[in-house]
């Protein structure tokens, strides 16, 4: 954990720079807030008009400040800010907590002032959490350096829980702490980052990885500014075993700058985030509740061993929906192998063993649900257990509540969704006191264990550090020929990938003369460095079967590029093997926050519509390749294909592989792109491809 939020959660001493007599002013707020929570720190006020407010000393300037104090807390406008972090940064104070608004947030000139602000505390060492930033609340440290209305509540019930919250929205952290205390719990530590004009999210992310009381981390998270900084802390939080948990806000389309590639725009800024935080084992929410929720059935569930699911219920119903759930989360529902059938057999009402577990009805019979579940939890065959309890007669709920309490702390992970309404309240009450993995709402349950079967899968892949990358280890030959299609091919054939055979023709007899050397059926289209999308301009013709079909397409190629693109440098045609089948995207692009990543989707021309698509940082190793493939929604139309011979998914893993590799060895080249790659019974074929520069970078060309 950084000095600075060390500082942060538990500072020896504060000082409220603002700090006044009206109890509405932040200043005054956090004073109270302290006090509530019982800080036991040195509290100091620092006012121009007063000496003294509710018994502590006020100084008129962080200068006349007795000591130097662990964090200075700026409860004045954004204009008093300066001078407040120069004094501060002069004291040698570590951190500094921002509450005021209008910088970044407000346009070019607010900009422009947090720059200042950072200049400022860089100048002297100072650390910054803000602008508008909500503050710090540390309930076991008996901290509050924030002014939310969440803390207007008894102090009893402001208690320390097991998730540790980050939140780029001060109002949305706000809720999760009172929806923690209606729920009878509370959070670790909250840290609201605000503008992050200096401390960030990953910085908290990093030092909640380091809090004992924090056993899962939620992120309120809005953009990832520091994309490798947010990779490490994550990387480092699963690694002492603590889950992350994120709602991302604003991961809509609209608005946002789409690059003109398949790959870039594939690659929208919401696609990559999803994409890297499902590549790192972060579990991703939809809603502040369903965070909370699954954050918090998350820190008190073991990983489980593997990915098999089991689940026990006695509502029809229930088991249809969470059949449903499953199969939308990804999640492993096996049936009960024999052996546990005969067991389970029994203690069903009606039907036979499945799973889910329907035992039907039990009010004759009520033990019969805590008896299917540990023959569950005690059987070879899951990696997990949810048992859910649909409504039954009150008279029921603490036996049923001892007996799942006692099941808890075994080999198996078990979770609970408590679905009893308002008769269960009790229940569910006890549940929690007894710090079990509860939960009242389905998709959280099957979330929560989609997310810890993730982090099971990556814990066991152990993936074997990815190679590093040396810098041009592959070269590339240069020249100051334009890039086209063919020269981009002919790069990924120099650097071994399976290119389909073909040339570029400048006259239709060379046309003909190209499709004889390099075999019927053929594809046409037309070699040009302006034109990345051919077939919009209509400069794509496909399984054409003899010359004179290749001489006319040469010709129509020709007129319906010069008519629907003018202007347009038209190199000649590109005459090659016509190679349909199943179609794949896989390209690399380099992030503005994340760096290099690696794509991969379902379709040709249609890959921008399907919108099947996986990401993850590049370079992967093979097993990250076979994984990142794995994400696929379509991955079953690479494994259970039809053709034959079927679709080689080792290959297709390795050569995604080899292009991540190839793309971060060469810092020059900004997007590579292999769409489509087919499958057409005899191995994997690059059909088309595309490259771009970050300088004039144009190797490749013949």
Same mark, same amino acid.
């Given at each position: 954990?950084?000095?600075?939020?060390?500082?942060?959660?538990?500072?020896?001493?504060?000082?409220?720079?603002?700090?006044?007599?009206?109890?509405?002013?932040?200043?005054?707020?956090?004073?109270?807030?302290?006090?509530? /929570?019982?800080?036991?720190?040195?509290?100091?006020?620092?006012?121009?008009?007063?000496?003294?407010?509710?018994?502590?000393?006020?100084?008129?300037?962080?200068?006349?400040?007795?000591?130097?104090?662990?964090?200075?807390?700026?409860?004045?406008?954004?204009?008093?800010?300066?001078?407040?972090?120069?004094?501060?940064?002069?004291?040698?104070?570590?951190?500094?907590?921002?509450?005021?608004?209008?910088?970044?947030?407000?346009?070019?000139?607010?900009?422009?002032?947090?720059?200042?602000?950072?200049?400022?505390?860089?100048?002297?060492?100072?650390?910054?959490?803000?602008?508008?930033?909500?503050?710090?609340?540390?309930?076991?440290?008996?901290?509050?350096?924030?002014?939310?209305?969440?803390?207007?509540?008894?102090?009893?019930?402001?208690?320390?829980?097991?998730?540790?919250?980050?939140?780029?929205?001060?109002?949305?952290?706000?809720?999760?702490?009172?929806?923690?205390?209606?729920?009878?719990?509370?959070?670790?530590?909250?840290?609201?980052?605000?503008?992050?004009?200096?401390?960030? /999210?990953?910085?908290?992310?990093?030092?909640?990885?380091?809090?004992?009381?924090?056993?899962?981390?939620?992120?309120?998270?809005?953009?990832?500014?520091?994309?490798?900084?947010?990779?490490?802390?994550?990387?480092?939080?699963?690694?002492?075993?603590?889950?992350?948990?994120?709602?991302?806000?604003?991961?809509?389309?609209?608005?946002?700058?789409?690059?003109?590639?398949?790959?870039?725009?594939?690659?929208?800024?919401?696609?990559?985030?999803?994409?890297?935080?499902?590549?790192?084992?972060?579990?991703?929410?939809?809603?502040?509740?369903?965070?909370?929720?699954?954050?918090?059935?998350?820190?008190?569930?073991?990983?489980?061993?593997?990915?098999?699911?089991?689940?026990?219920?006695?509502?029809?119903?229930?088991?249809?929906?969470?059949?449903?759930?499953?199969?939308?989360?990804?999640?492993?529902?096996?049936?009960?192998?024999?052996?546990?059938?005969?067991?389970?057999?029994?203690?069903?009402?009606?039907?036979?063993?499945?799973?889910?577990?329907?035992?039907?009805?039990?009010?004759?019979?009520?033990?019969?649900?805590?008896?299917?579940?540990?023959?569950?939890?005690?059987?070879?065959?899951?990696?997990?257990?949810?048992?859910?309890?649909?409504?039954?007669?009150?008279?029921?709920?603490?036996?049923?509540?001892?007996?799942?309490?006692?099941?808890?702390?075994?080999?198996?992970?078990?979770?609970? /969704?408590?679905?009893?309404?308002?008769?269960?309240?009790?229940?569910?009450?006890?549940?929690?006191?007894?710090?079990?993995?509860?939960?009242?709402?389905?998709?959280?349950?099957?979330?929560?264990?989609?997310?810890?079967?993730?982090?099971?899968?990556?814990?066991?892949?152990?993936?074997?550090?990815?190679?590093?990358?040396?810098?041009?280890?592959?070269?590339?030959?240069?020249?100051?020929?334009?890039?086209?299609?063919?020269?981009?091919?002919?790069?990924?054939?120099?650097?071994?990938?399976?290119?389909?055979?073909?040339?570029?023709?400048?006259?239709?007899?060379?046309?003909?003369?190209?499709?004889?050397?390099?075999?019927?059926?053929?594809?046409?289209?037309?070699?040009?460095?302006?034109?990345?999308?051919?077939?919009?301009?209509?400069?794509?013709?496909?399984?054409?079967?003899?010359?004179?079909?290749?001489?006319?397409?040469?010709?129509?190629?020709?007129?319906?590029?010069?008519?629907?693109?003018?202007?347009?440098?038209?190199?000649?045609?590109?005459?090659?093997?016509?190679?349909?089948?199943?179609?794949?995207?896989?390209?690399?692009?380099?992030?503005?926050?994340?760096?290099?990543?690696?794509?991969?989707?379902?379709?040709?021309?249609?890959?921008?519509?399907?919108?099947?698509?996986?990401?993850?940082?590049?370079?992967?190793?093979?097993?990250?390749?076979?994984?990142?493939?794995?994400?696929?929604?379509?991955?079953?139309?690479?494994?259970?294909?039809?053709?034959?011979?079927?679709?080689?998914?080792?290959?297709?893993?390795?050569?995604?592989?080899?292009?991540?590799?190839?793309?971060?060895?060469?810092?020059?080249?900004?997007?590579?792109?292999?769409?489509?790659?087919?499958?057409?019974?005899?191995?994997?074929?690059?059909?088309?491809?595309?490259?771009?520069?970050?300088?004039?970078?144009?190797?490749?060309?013949?």
């Amino acid at each position: 954990m950084t000095d600075a939020f060390r500082a942060l959660l538990s500072p020896d001493s504060v000082a409220i720079v603002g700090l006044s007599a009206d109890a509405d002013k932040h200043g005054a707020r956090v004073l109270r807030n302290l006090r509530l /929570l019982g800080y036991g720190g040195k509290v100091w006020g620092v006012n121009r008009n007063a000496t003294s407010v509710d018994g502590v000393t006020v100084v008129p300037s962080v200068a006349a400040l007795p000591e130097t104090p662990d964090v200075v807390v700026c409860a004045v406008p954004a204009a008093g800010l300066p001078e407040v972090l120069e004094r501060a940064g002069e004291r040698g104070t570590t951190a500094a907590v921002v509450f005021s608004g209008g910088f970044a947030e407000a346009g070019e000139s607010g900009r422009r002032a947090q720059d200042e602000l950072v200049r400022i505390a860089r100048a002297s060492g100072l650390r910054i959490l803000g602008p508008n930033s909500g503050g710090v609340i540390h309930p076991s440290g008996r901290l509050a350096l924030s002014f939310l209305t969440c803390l207007d509540r008894p102090p009893d019930t402001i208690r320390t829980g097991p998730v540790g919250l980050v939140t780029q929205s001060g109002g949305t952290g706000s809720y999760l702490v009172n929806l923690a205390a209606a729920q009878g719990g509370g959070l670790a530590a909250s840290i609201s980052t605000g503008n992050e004009a200096d401390l960030g /999210l990953a910085g908290a992310v990093a030092a909640l990885a380091e809090q004992d009381s924090a056993r899962a981390i939620a992120v309120v998270l809005e953009a990832v500014r520091d994309g490798p900084a947010f990779l490490a802390a994550v990387r480092r939080a699963h690694a002492v075993g603590k889950p992350v948990v994120a709602l991302l806000l604003g991961t809509s389309d609209h608005g946002q700058r789409l690059m003109r590639s398949h790959t870039g725009a594939l690659a929208a800024p919401s696609r990559v985030l999803e994409g890297i935080c499902d590549s790192q084992g972060i579990t991703v929410t939809r809603t502040p509740a369903e965070l909370l929720d699954v954050a918090t059935l998350m820190a008190r569930a073991p990983v489980p061993r593997g990915r098999r699911i089991g689940v026990v219920t006695h509502s029809g119903g229930t088991a249809i929906l969470l059949s449903d759930l499953a199969a939308d989360e990804g999640v492993c529902l096996p049936a009960p192998p024999p052996d546990l059938a005969r067991r389970v057999t029994p203690l069903l009402e009606h039907g036979s063993p499945t799973n889910p577990l329907d035992l039907g009805a039990i009010i004759g019979g009520p033990h019969r649900f805590a008896d299917a579940v540990r023959q569950f939890t005690t059987s070879d065959a899951y990696d997990a257990v949810l048992a859910v309890t649909s409504p039954h007669p009150p008279a029921h709920t603490a036996t049923r509540v001892d007996d799942l309490v006692a099941l808890h702390g075994g080999g198996t992970p078990l979770l609970q /969704l408590w679905l009893a309404g308002d008769l269960g309240e009790e229940g569910l009450s006890r549940l929690r006191d007894h710090a079990v993995p509860v939960t009242e709402e389905p998709r959280a349950a099957m979330r929560a264990l989609a997310g810890l079967v993730r982090l099971a899968e990556l814990r066991a892949a152990a993936e074997s550090a990815v190679p590093e990358v040396t810098e041009n280890a592959w070269p590339v030959a240069s020249d100051t020929s334009p890039r086209t299609e063919h020269g981009v091919k002919n790069l990924l054939r120099q650097w071994g990938f399976p290119v389909v055979d073909g040339a570029v023709a400048t006259t239709s007899a060379e046309a003909r003369a190209v499709a004889r050397s390099v075999g019927f059926p053929v594809a046409l289209k037309v070699s040009s460095p302006d034109v990345q999308h051919k077939s919009d301009v209509g400069g794509v013709r496909t399984d054409l079967h003899d010359e004179d079909d290749v001489e006319a397409a040469f010709d129509d190629v020709c007129r319906a590029v010069a008519q629907n693109a003018p202007g347009t440098r038209v190199d000649g045609a590109l005459v090659e093997q016509y190679r349909p089948g199943l179609e794949i995207i896989v390209g690399c692009v380099r992030d503005d926050v994340f760096g290099p990543i690696v794509l991969v989707g379902i379709g040709g021309l249609d890959a921008e519509l399907l919108r099947d698509v996986a990401v993850a940082p590049a370079p992967l190793s093979p097993a990250g390749a076979h994984r990142l493939l794995s994400r696929l929604r379509g991955a079953d139309v690479i494994r259970r294909s039809r053709r034959r011979p079927p679709p080689d998914a080792q290959a297709l893993a390795g050569i995604v592989h080899q292009l991540s590799q190839r793309f971060c060895a060469h810092s020059e080249i900004s997007e590579l792109e292999m769409n489509p790659l087919t499958w057409s019974g005899d191995g994997w074929h690059v059909v088309d491809a595309l490259m771009r520069s970050t300088e004039s970078f144009t190797g490749g060309e013949e």
